[in-house]
């Protein structure tokens, strides 16, 4: 069997789409659950973009070793230079050039001719390898580009000393049989192509990029790109998981496989829609809340009776976490380190103390604690870890009579103790009006969420919040079952995450 290669651009294609929602260490942290989850290539960044970029890569090259760390760069040879400076840590880097091919794209965006763009690909491929071994090509709109001179194109690069050679549906524009006739015509049409890993990088705006992508790989691709939960420009990009699960699944039919741990999938997917703050459909293949959950009655009878009547993938072999009872109100200290371990979790004594307090808080208010919940505990007290102000106390009178009236204490840095209170149109509105009063950080609140992680009237309630300053974007979370203090919790932290880039800058 024939191995398939997972690059993973859930931090360049998929970071672009959300914003530049994450900061430095929250990319590091993905990266490192990247490394977990076995991907062979990561996209670390673009680093000629912005200097969080660059930062971000050089920091990932320096800490996650095991997976190829690669950046992505613009087709000219300063580029080329910069960019090797942010990924040269690396233990295995790798330069991925990308410049259009199609006319369309030459005629109105780059006003180049074919002959130029030939010649300005070659040269930076040529300034790549000088660098390092491996060296990716991108034909740019490759799709939409005329076969011949992509041919042309790709012979010209592999020459040059291109390592792999990638065949983007760019605007998500290809057919599945159509693209595969591409790649079928690559390999017949490229006479050195036998000296490079074609690679494909689809996107989703027909609904086709995981398609794509499967076609490709039965016409002889070896590569294939994609995100985490499908995030990425527009529509997004091939959804890395489904690739995965459909080749492991389908083993029968495709006869190859990939190195990925399957069972941190779910995991990935989690934190990755958290830390952007895009959220993942109910029914979405494999990660979503949905995607193990039987409804009609002659379904749930079957599964009951034999699993594999109507489930084709043991949620399990996703890492998904049992929705059922794990731990309660009797639950000692060791029980709850045991689970968590089981769960792929390694706390810190204090954050471990400060996650068993808020496990024995929830046990009391709620009767089944769950894996999700257990979660949700933990990804708030590593919310609270470097915090600037906290909250202590909070206070809510509302009602369709009353003035909605809050009234809040925060911790200061300096360890003052400060309170305020505030109205406003509702609680949600109070309490942020009376944080405003003591933070005195001008910002405008952009958006609202709220959602349940469990089911239940007693679940805990996530809120995302995102804050605007100077054209930057925030985003804060809080968890509670109080929906109000998970509301001051999430833009609390929006807050601190404002406060402390302003004092890095400074
Ligand atoms: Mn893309």
Redesign the pocket.
């Known amino acids: 069997m024939e191995k398939i290669i997972i690059f993973d651009t859930t931090l360049r294609?998929g970071e672009q789409a959300a914003g530049g929602s994450l900061n430095i260490p929250e990319k590091v942290e993905i990266a490192r659950q990247l490394e977990k989850l076995g991907v062979d290539i990561i996209e670390a960044g673009f680093p000629v973009t912005s200097p969080g970029d660059f930062e971000a890569v050089r920091l990932i090259a320096e800490e996650v070793r095991t997976p190829v760390i690669c950046v992505l760069t613009h087709a000219n040879l300063e580029a080329v230079d910069q960019s090797w400076e942010a990924v040269k840590g690396a233990t295995h880097p790798c330069i991925h050039i990308v410049l259009s091919s199609s006319d369309i794209h030459l005629f109105y965006q780059l006003r180049k001719s074919r002959e130029e763009i030939l010649e300005m690909s070659c040269n930076t491929v040529a300034r790549a390898k000088k660098y390092c071994e491996n060296v990716e090509f991108s034909a740019m709109d490759a799709s939409r580009t005329d076969p011949a001179y992509i041919y042309q194109i790709l012979e010209a690069v592999i020459d040059a000393g291109a390592t792999t050679v990638n065949i983007?549906d760019?605007v998500g524009y290809a057919m599945p049989d159509e693209f595969g006739n591409l790649i079928d015509n690559v390999f017949k049409n490229v006479p050195n192509i036998d000296k490079a890993i074609v690679s494909v990088?689809c996107?989703n705006d027909l609904g086709l990029a995981v398609a794509n992508s499967l076609e490709a790989i039965k016409r002889g691709a070896r590569q294939v790109e994609g995100t985490i939960n499908g995030i990425?420009?527009r529509a997004g990009?091939a959804s890395l998981e489904e690739i995965v699960m459909a080749i492991k699944t389908r083993q029968d039919f495709y006869d190859l496989y990939t190195d990925i741990d399957t069972t941190q999938i779910y995991k990935t997917s989690r934190l990755v829609s958290e830390l952007t703050g895009t959220p993942v459909q109910p029914n979405k293949a494999i990660v979503g809340a949905n995607a193990f959950r039987h409804s009609s009655g002659l379904h749930v009878d079957g599964v009951i009776k034999m699993r594999t009547t109507f489930e084709i993938m043991d949620p399990q072999s996703v890492g998904v976490p049992s929705s059922s009872l794990v731990l309660g109100k009797t639950s000692g200290r060791h029980a709850f380190r045991e689970h968590l371990s089981e769960l792929g979790y390694s706390l810190s004594e204090e954050n471990f103390n400060r996650a068993f307090a808020a496990f024995k808080e929830l046990a009391d208010k709620k009767r089944n604690v769950t894996d999700k919940d257990i979660e949700s505990i933990v990804a708030e007290e590593q919310r609270t870890v470097s915090e600037v102000y906290h909250l202590d106390r909070l206070q809510v009178t509302c009602g369709d009579r009353g003035i909605p009236t809050a009234s809040v204490k925060l911790v200061a840095p300096d360890g003052e103790v400060r309170s305020d209170a505030a109205i406003g149109t509702g609680p949600v509105d109070a309490v942020c009006k009376a944080i405003d009063k003591i933070v005195a950080v001008p910002c405008t609140l952009t958006e609202f969420t709220v959602k349940s992680i469990t089911e239940g009237i007693d679940a805990i309630g996530e809120v995302l919040i995102r804050v605007e300053s100077e054209g930057i974007t925030y985003t804060g979370r809080g968890a509670d079952t109080d929906i109000i203090v998970a509301s001051a919790k999430a833009y609390i932290n929006a807050l601190n995450r404002l406060l402390s880039d302003t004092n890095a800058a400074a």
């Open positions: 294609d983007p760019t990088h996107h990425g420009e990009n």
